[in-house]
């Protein structure tokens, strides 16, 4: 019976369409009749599928307590407002309790490595030498009836030389990080992580040219008389040239899954169950409380 304000009870036979009080018996019918009318408004919540569960636990917890209003409009306002402030709270705590884990294993983590890496390397290259060398010799030798016997050498060399060379090359480097497992993107050289091409070109050329003179004297005594003249001229052309070709090319795959779990601190079993049962919380009793102050808390 009703004393300040009016009962729960009687809010809800009145919205279930019933004319006088009814059971025990009928109880749940009758929340379930009027539990849409009470909360006509929305509130948030984790699962849409637990909002009737919520809303006929409160109506049940304060069935027999009479309303903090004085009417029924007013205590509807106060009550949508108070869900509509705390359940986004609540409902982070709704989603942390349906993380399944084992409380006896303080270690569970995966490495996943995937990596593909693809190198081309192309090279060209062109060697050209020229050498020039030219000798020349005069020989003089004077003789005299007086003993006397005067050889004159003169020796003169000369080196031209040149060199050219020419060399190019062209390096890829293709990476992918392919969680898949494919290759398709390296090959096809799309869908890359990074990619670097690098080309280089260079020429040599040297020359080289010298001349060495050599003159010499020789005196000899002898009893003969004679001039004799030598000139000789050697020359040397040489000319090399080369020219190369060459790729290489690898690709390299790396795949590897670790998975650890277990437990690997000093803590025993039973504390560690211990820690865990502290962990429950009973998220609906929490609700309910908080809504105790929008109800008649003298009776």
């Known amino acids: 019976m009703s004393k300040y304000t009016t009962e729960v009870r009687y809010i809800c036979e009145h919205l279930a369409g019933e004319t006088e009080s009814v059971g025990y018996d009928n109880v749940d019918s009758v929340i379930e009749k009027s539990r849409t009318k009470i909360f006509d408004f929305d509130f948030p919540i984790y699962d849409e599928t637990y909002r009737s569960v919520l809303e006929t636990k ?36 709704y989603k942390s309790a349906l ?11 995966t490495v996943t490595n995937n990596a593909n890496k693809k190198f081309d390397e192309t090279n060209s290259y ?30 003169n060399t000369t080196t031209e030389g040149s060199r050219d060379a020419n060399s190019s090359s062209t390096n890829y480097d293709l990476y ?60 040397n052309d040489i000319n090399n040239t080369g020219n190369g070709n060459g790729a290489r090319n690898y690709t390299d795959t790396s795949d590897y899954l ?11 079993y039973s504390a560690m169950l211990k820690e865990y049962r502290e962990t429950f919380i009973n998220i609906d009793v929490m609700i309910i409380n908080e809504l105790s102050d929008l109800f008649m808390n003298v009776w």
């Open 258 to 268: 670790e998975h650890v779990t277990g437990k690997r601190n000093g803590q025993t």
């Open 58 to 93: 409160i109506l049940k917890r304060y069935y027999t307590r009479e309303i903090g209003f004085e009417t029924v409009g007013l205590w509807k306002l106060w009550l949508n407002k108070r869900l509509n402030e705390i359940m986004p709270y609540y409902n982070q705590l």
């Open 126 to 155: 062109t060697n050209g030498s020229t050498s020039n060398a030219t000798r020349t010799d005069n020989l003089k030798t004077t003789s005299q009836d007086t003993g006397s016997n005067t050889r004159t050498d003169n020796l």
């Open 176 to 235: 992918s990080d392919t969680p898949q497992g494919a290759l398709t993107g390296v090959e096809e050289e799309k869908y890359l992580t990074s990619a670097r091409k690098t080309t280089s070109n260079g020429t040599d050329h040297s020359s080289d040219s010298g001349t060495t003179t050599n003159t010499g004297t020789q005196k000899f005594d002898s009893t003969d008389n004679g001039v004799t003249d030598y000139t000789g001229t050697q020359k």
């Open 99 to 109: 993380l399944e884990f084992n409380p006896l294993y303080d270690v569970d983590y």
